[in-house]
């Protein structure tokens, strides 16, 4: 089996793709050695593209107000134990001149998908932080929307889109998710980012309740077939205030061999050494980069609401979590053999 899981991972190594069946195979036979021979193979892949630069996005976590009840998530609308709050323009504006001051070139602004934001503020906004910062990256991610807003949003200046598809199963996504939010919608919503031309990022929680390894070779198959420029996975971790309160997190190896998978499979992808990764073990995110990412994203936020954007149990927020700190995370990326690097970032052809 070993043999064949090596024989697989230079299958990806070499720009051949796998069957589903050849994902999930490679995904079955996951052990120490194995990984071992993924993450190396993944590691010189991104070098090959990326040297050895980190990418930093500042995080702006705009509001967790959210319309959906995602089963999942912390800020999901009949959460009423969360502390709610939205970020002003000019709170916002605030975040990016203070990172801009610290160098960062790059915007994230995140958020749940609050009815009160409408397209003419997300519009204004992105518009006014071009304007100061015309050499800066816009990202944003604030859920599924009509064509039309995500078209008014690029034409403003935004430059890239995250939004995770979460499974590539229909009968997973809808364990997952309440009635009248569907996969094939936001598959749509991805396409459209595409085509408009945005650099489009997709995603999905590892170990998320009734996941199999069935579903996260389909996801394997759905990134290929998108060929996202970001692909943002971390592992599922509980809220207490969800249903899915007393579910098991996943699997932090888990989530690293997916990490090196991507990054064989989209060479060039920009591939995020997430927050949850950092949050279920102390050098998660130095692990994710040794296992092929090349991305973290510490957090702008004023520091008064980086306590109240809790999507999970435990979310780190300080200390190497906080721009403030930026001096401290490139200390731990220069103790694995890599440098920080505060520009856009932009993913390379």
Same mark, same amino acid.
């Given at each position: 089996m070993r043999r064949e899981a090596f024989a697989r991972i230079d299958a990806l190594a070499a720009g051949y793709t796998l069957p589903e069946e050849g994902y999930l195979a490679l995904l079955r036979a996951q052990?120490?050695?194995?990984?071992?021979?993924?993450?190396e193979k993944a590691v010189a892949a991104r070098r090959r593209v990326y040297g050895d630069a980190v990418y930093v996005r500042g995080l702006i976590e705009v509001s967790n107000y959210c319309k959906n009840?995602?089963?999942?998530?912390?800020?999901?609308?009949?959460?009423?134990?969360?502390?709610?709050?939205?970020?002003?323009?000019?709170?916002?504006?605030?975040?990016?001149?203070?990172?801009?001051?610290?160098?960062f070139r790059t915007f994230?602004?995140?958020?749940?998908?609050?009815?009160?934001?409408?397209?003419?503020?997300?519009?204004?906004?992105?518009?006014?932080?071009?304007?100061?910062?015309?050499?800066? @990256?816009? !990202? &944003?991610? #604030?859920?599924?929307?009509? +064509?039309?807003?995500?078209?008014?949003y690029f034409d403003a200046g935004a430059d890239r889109y995250l939004l995770r598809h979460e499974t590539a199963s229909?009968?997973?996504?809808?364990?997952?998710?309440?009635a009248g939010m569907s996969l094939a919608n936001r598959k749509r919503c991805l396409y459209?980012?595409?085509?408009?031309?945005?650099?489009?990022?997709?995603?999905?929680?590892?170990?998320?309740?009734?996941?199999?390894?069935a579903h996260l070779?389909?996801?394997?198959?759905?990134?290929?077939?998108?060929?996202?420029h970001m692909v943002g996975i971390g592992p599922?971790?509980?809220?207490?205030?969800?249903?899915?309160?007393?579910?098991?997190?996943?699997?932090? @190896?888990? !989530? &690293?061999? #997916?990490?090196?998978?991507? +990054?064989l499979m989209l060479p060039h992808v920009l591939l995020p050494a997430t927050t949850a990764l950092g949050t279920i073990h102390p050098q998660g995110r130095e692990k994710g980069i040794l296992a092929g990412a090349n991305v973290v994203m510490p957090n702008l936020s004023p520091?008064?609401?980086?306590?109240?954007?809790m999507l999970y149990d435990g979310k780190i927020n300080t200390g190497a979590e906080s721009a403030q700190h930026l001096a401290d995370l490139a200390a731990r990326m220069a103790r694995i053999g890599y440098r920080v690097v505060v520009d856009r970032g932009d993913w390379k052809k």
């Open positions: 052990d120490a050695e194995t990984d071992a021979y993924l993450f009840d995602c089963l999942y998530c912390g800020i999901r609308r009949s959460n009423r134990a969360a502390s709610r709050y939205r970020l002003g323009k000019a709170e916002i504006l605030a975040c990016c001149e203070a990172g801009y001051a610290l160098g994230v602004l995140q958020g749940g998908e609050d009815p009160t934001l409408d397209d003419a503020q997300v519009v204004d906004i992105v518009s006014s932080i071009k304007d100061s910062h015309p050499d800066c @990256a816009v !990202t &944003l991610s #604030l859920g599924e929307k009509p +064509r039309a807003s995500y078209q008014a229909e009968v997973h996504y809808a364990r997952l998710h309440p459209d980012l595409q085509e408009i031309g945005y650099q489009v990022g997709c995603g999905m929680m590892v170990g998320a309740p009734y996941q199999t390894d070779a389909q996801d394997l198959c759905f990134i290929q077939q998108l060929q996202p599922f971790i509980p809220h207490k205030d969800t249903p899915f309160a007393m579910e098991r997190a996943g699997s932090m @190896a888990r !989530t &690293l061999q #997916l990490l090196g998978i991507i +990054r520091e008064h609401v980086r306590g109240k954007y």
